[in-house]
């Protein structure tokens, strides 16, 4: 069935600091692929996702790109600020269903 | 605003009591899910409902009870509270599908968290 495996946290980088959170995945057939994103005290929210191999989603300056190849799903931030902080979660869904797993989330934290 | 809405925001129950935990959405979403979340473990899936009166149990579904009556709610039942129950909880909806935009993307509410005593 279909994982996905995340980056053990907690991260912790200066603001202005490039940011790549490591997600691979294995998976039946190529389905979409999502990182959700959960600030102190909230709920999950979508932050971005990609639907098929090569697709880069990006959102508040964050990109990932589906890559088959290598069946990884990396987040990256070119320069992070102090209000990134938070815990992201890489998540894909089962195969098959409408249940989706989730990465065990990586608290990512900046200082100013 | 539209969304998913979770009450109560906090609980503290003594083991044996049990409570409901309550979601709501306004999204017309035909899925609806509960997680828990605890530390170093990520998200949980507890159970999950595909429409009103479908429900089916998800990786941990012991010790809760759910039930669809309408597509807008879908409340948690935890029947005799234990201490293992201790977490935060999640509901989340969407809208599955292939052609309809933001289809298969989670909404989830604020959470509820429970303690256990």
């Known amino acids: 069935g279909n994982s996905v495996t995340q980056m053990e946290g907690p991260v912790t980088l200066s603001e202005e600091a490039f940011l790549t959170i490591n997600c691979t995945y294995t998976?039946?057939?190529?389905?979409?692929l999502f990182w959700y994103v959960q600030y102190p005290g909230e709920g999950l929210q979508l932050l971005l996702k990609?639907?098929?191999?090569?697709d880069k989603g990006s959102n508040k300056g964050f990109e990932a790109t589906y890559r088959k190849e290598t069946t990884s799903f990396h987040l990256e931030k070119g320069s992070v600020q102090v209000s990134d902080s938070a815990v992201y979660f890489c998540?894909?869904?089962?195969?098959?269903?409408?249940?989706?797993?989730f990465g065990t989330g990586t608290r990512l934290k900046v200082l100013a | 605003n539209a969304g998913v809405t979770q009450t109560p925001k906090f609980q503290v129950l003594k083991t044996g009591q049990s409570m409901t935990l309550q979601c709501a959405q306004d999204?017309?979403?035909?899925?609806m899910s509960w997680y828990r979340q605890d530390p170093g473990m990520g998200l949980r899936l507890i159970h999950y409902?595909?429409?009103?009166?479908?429900?089916d149990q998800g990786e941990v579904p012991n010790g809760y009870n759910v039930s669809r009556s309408t597509t807008e709610d879908f409340p948690l039942r935890l029947l005799s509270a234990a201490p293992s129950q201790t977490s935060v909880y999640f509901c989340?909806?969407?809208?599955?599908?292939?052609?309809?935009?933001?289809?298969?993307?989670?909404?989830f509410g604020a959470g509820s968290r429970l303690t256990v005593l």
């Open positions: 998976a039946t057939g190529y389905p979409s």
């Open positions: 999204m017309n979403h035909e899925y």
């Open positions: 990609a639907t098929k191999a090569d």
């Open positions: 989340a909806s969407s809208q599955p599908g292939r052609r309809v935009s933001g289809a298969n993307v989670l909404t």
């Open positions: 998540a894909l869904p089962r195969s098959g269903t409408y249940k989706y797993i």
């Open positions: 409902s595909v429409g009103a009166g479908i429900t």
